[in-house]
């Protein structure tokens, strides 16, 4: 008692910390009011998910739900980590993976450069029109056009009979027509809209510096190799660590929709797996395992890619 | 850089011309599909490049047209677009409005909103909450599950934050509470952006198809593209349903005729819409996403 009458601080700070944020919460009512849906949203369609994968270490059945499936350690783990299938898959999902960073990640960069070139103002806005818009199109639809294109009686086969004499070339079924397939489909689809932020980053240099290496005599090669490239190397940093952290997305619907039973073998990655596994098997805890082994294995990928962009003097993601 | 030199008029055709190439090859498949919808099938069968029919014949078009399936999923992702659309903007703005505003707690919420960008649940999970909230066969869980992208909600913050702070002090003044500055200053100065963003959400919708397939068992409530599937991928003519308009058509279109009028007519809406945004969609990608 005493103390607290010789220093009245000690127990009225608390209170009066208290008060004030009663009062900016009160103040802010209709703010929090605005936040709910947002927060709700969150909380139940992607924070309970993601408690929910309590269920990697249960054998869950839905009959007995979450308190009394099971629990059975890393059973599941130790299934992926030894089952051939799915190192196959790994392997899949890597290979397509690889394949799309090789080819389909710069190719926004040499179209942005190109683009960057184009002295008409006019000619560049009509090209980037159409460019962009494979974006907006399904998957549904792209992978319709190629089928359409590359069957049997398609146009591109009839050119080869027709006019070249050639055999029909089953683009479809043959497997070793599939991974070169996807990538460019992802390279028509979205190479255009990949330019964006390129075109953003080489609007932003300064044009003295293109004046200056014209007068120290460089071409348009000269100019795009010290000038250019140059100028969007953090956004190419920045991109590329983006796309580094996603390696085992191959695209999910992309590769169901080109799936076939002829080339299975070679298109079944991690996303088509865990669909298969946990929705049409019903093997909830084990397709839940190996989507958790994909999100850690994927956090930890960009985490590090960040670090690494950071140590290499780049300003990171955050 | 008035004189041209013989190498730059060079490197300018190369790089003109290579354009060109890329940009037809976006634009050709459209025109032949356009081309072999309204063919015969006796001459889709005898040309050997069609890009101009000499017989334009809508068959293809007035069996899709008279298919109650072509017409119900269609119905159904009309219906999906612009109720998921609404729903996205009003999830998506009120919360980044919030969280622009810098109230307790906006710091944890907005690690949360991120986190969710580095790690997700994954499939099953999700497949199961999806199921637990009762949505399972109904057009909301093409919809709630999907109420916000993180990265647009991120975006339209970055746009809310950099409205000037004495807008609000003049509203303020004027003694307008959160709600009422929300409503009649915020939306309206953002309407671009807002465009932008609806443009993004809208054609996810329009393009929505494996949620379809994964949430919905009920074929009747399948958007397009889930039928779109069917009939191009899978090949499946009988996709749409009775043949009640095949019979009365004198010459019954062919599989191919009939999968390129539907390719076109489903994606029509987008290339309708997509000269009029195009200028806004591009100012959306970047703003937030270039600081200077």
């Known amino acids: 008692m005493n103390q607290t009458a010789a220093d009245p601080n000690v127990s009225r700070a608390p209170a009066k ?11 802010d009512k209709y703010l929090y009011l605005l936040a709910i849906p947002g927060i709700l949203y969150f909380l139940v369609y992607r924070y309970i998910p993601m408690l929910g994968t309590v269920i990697a270490f249960q054998d869950y059945s839905p009959f007995l739900g979450f308190s009394d499936s099971p629990w059975v350690g890393w059973k599941h783990f130790r299934t992926i980590l030894s089952a051939p299938e799915v190192i ?7 290979y397509l993976s690889f394949l799309q960073i090789v080819f389909a990640f710069p190719a926004p960069i040499v179209l942005a450069l190109m683009l960057n070139e184009v002295r008409s103002e006019l000619y560049k806005r009509l090209i980037q029109t159409v460019v962009y818009l494979p974006h907006f199109l399904s998957w549904v639809i792209v992978v319709g056009i190629f089928i359409i294109f590359l069957r049997g009686e398609g146009l591109i086969n009839h050119f080869l009979e027709v006019v070249l004499g050639w055999q029909p070339v089953d683009f479809l079924t043959n497997l070793s027509f599939f991974r070169p397939l996807i990538i460019l489909q992802v390279l028509w689809k979205e190479v255009g809209w990949g330019t964006i932020l390129f075109l953003a980053a080489l609007a932003g240099i300064n044009p003295d510096l293109y004046e200056a290496s014209i007068v120290d005599g460089a071409g348009r090669w000269r100019q795009i190799w010290h000038v250019s490239l140059p100028g969007i190397r953090s956004t190419i940093v920045i991109l590329l660590i983006l796309r580094l952290g996603n390696v085992l997305d191959s695209g999910f619907e992309h590769i169901f929709l080109m799936q076939n039973s002829f080339n299975k073998e070679i ?23 190996v989507g958790l082994f994909k999100g850690l294995i994927g956090l930890v990928l960009v985490l590090g890619a960040n670090r690494l962009a950071k140590r290499f003097g780049e300003e990171g993601i955050y | 850089m008035k004189y041209k030199t013989a190498s730059d008029r060079w490197f300018d055709w190369t790089n003109a011309i290579l354009l060109a190439l890329l940009a037809a090859s976006m634009l050709f498949p459209f025109l032949y599909i356009f081309a072999v919808s309204f063919t015969t099938l006796d001459e889709f069968l005898h040309s050997e490049l069609l890009l101009w029919p000499k017989k334009w014949v809508a068959d293809a078009y007035l069996y899709i047209l008279g298919s109650p399936t072509f017409l119900r999923s269609m119905g159904m992702t009309v219906y999906l677009t612009v109720a998921g659309t609404l729903v996205n903007l009003f999830f998506t703005t009120t919360f980044a409005f919030s969280l622009s505003r810098r109230i307790y707690g906006t710091r944890i919420l907005l690690f949360a909103v991120l986190f969710t960008l580095l790690f997700s649940a994954g499939m099953v999970p999700t497949y199961l909450i999806v199921q637990a ?21 991120i975006i339209v913050r970055q746009f809310f934050m950099n409205i000037p702070g004495e807008l ?13 500055i929300f409503w009649k200053l915020i939306l309206p100065l953002s309407k671009p952006v807002l465009a932008a963003f609806a443009l993004f959400y809208a054609v996810g919708h329009w393009n929505t198809y494996f949620a379809g397939i994964l949430y919905l068992n ?14 191009v991928v899978q090949n499946d003519s009988k996709a749409f349903g009775s043949s009640d308009v095949m019979a009365m058509l004198e010459n019954p279109p062919p599989p191919e005729t009939v999968q390129m009028a539907a390719i076109l007519l489903a994606t029509l809406p987008i290339l309708l819409v997509y000269p009029f945004l195009q200028k806004h969609f591009v100012k959306g990608v970047m703003v937030g996403s270039v600081k200077g």
């Open chain 2, 218 to 231: 009920d074929p009747r409530m399948w958007p397009i593209q889930v039928i779109l599937r069917q009939i």
């Open chain 1, 88 to 94: 196959q898959v790994l392997w899949n999902t890597l």
């Open chain 1, 17 to 27: 910390v208290s008060s004030r944020i009663a009062m900016k919460l009160s103040r």
């Open chain 2, 168 to 180: 609000y002090e003049a509203a303020i003044v004027d003694g307008a509470n959160d709600l009422v």
């Open chain 1, 267 to 289: 298109s079944n990655v991690l996303d088509t797996y865990v669909y298969y596994m946990g929705i049409e098997q019903s093997d909830f805890s084990f397709a839940t395992a």
């Open chain 2, 133 to 153: 909230t009762g949505l399972i066969d109904s057009i909301w869980a093409l919809i709630l599950p999907v109420a916000i992208a993180p990265f647009n909600l």
